[in-house]
């Protein structure tokens, strides 16, 4: 039973990224999605969450209008699309499945994925 997180690399300034994070050994569409990610030296952030019917919320001030998030239930795959990248977004990404409605609580999220990569350089 576990969560992946897939998609981070290495990407200039104002390119476009999509993460995925596959769920496996459990309906995900059961759960819903957060999305978090951990700078170096800093704290970890809430990012978003779309939820069991697809409703979204976007809680990281800095992404709104570059950030869209999807899922996909026959994949069990939830998706997050970030376009215009700064340096400031590099961070290891994160996705955790709460049985529960979208929070910004990190502790309500049961399962968590080893996080992805994502570095933002020119």
């Known amino acids: 039973v576990q969560l992946q997180a897939s998609g981070g690399g290495l990407v200039q300034p104002g390119d476009s990224l999509r993460l995925s994070c596959v769920a496996s050994?459990?309906?995900?569409?059961?759960?819903?999605i957060g999305w978090f990610r951990q700078a170096p030296g800093k704290e970890r952030e809430k990012m978003s969450c779309i939820n069991q019917k697809g409703d979204t919320i976007l809680w990281a001030a800095s992404m709104k209008g570059r950030v869209t998030f999807s899922r996909d239930f026959t994949k069990n795959t939830a998706y997050l699309q970030m376009n215009s990248l700064t340096p400031e977004d590099t961070a290891i990404y994160l996705c955790a499945a709460t049985n529960s409605d979208c929070s910004g609580d990190a502790s309500q999220y049961r399962r968590w994925g080893p996080g992805t990569q994502v570095t933002v350089s020119s």
């Open positions: 050994g459990f309906t995900s569409g059961d759960y819903s």
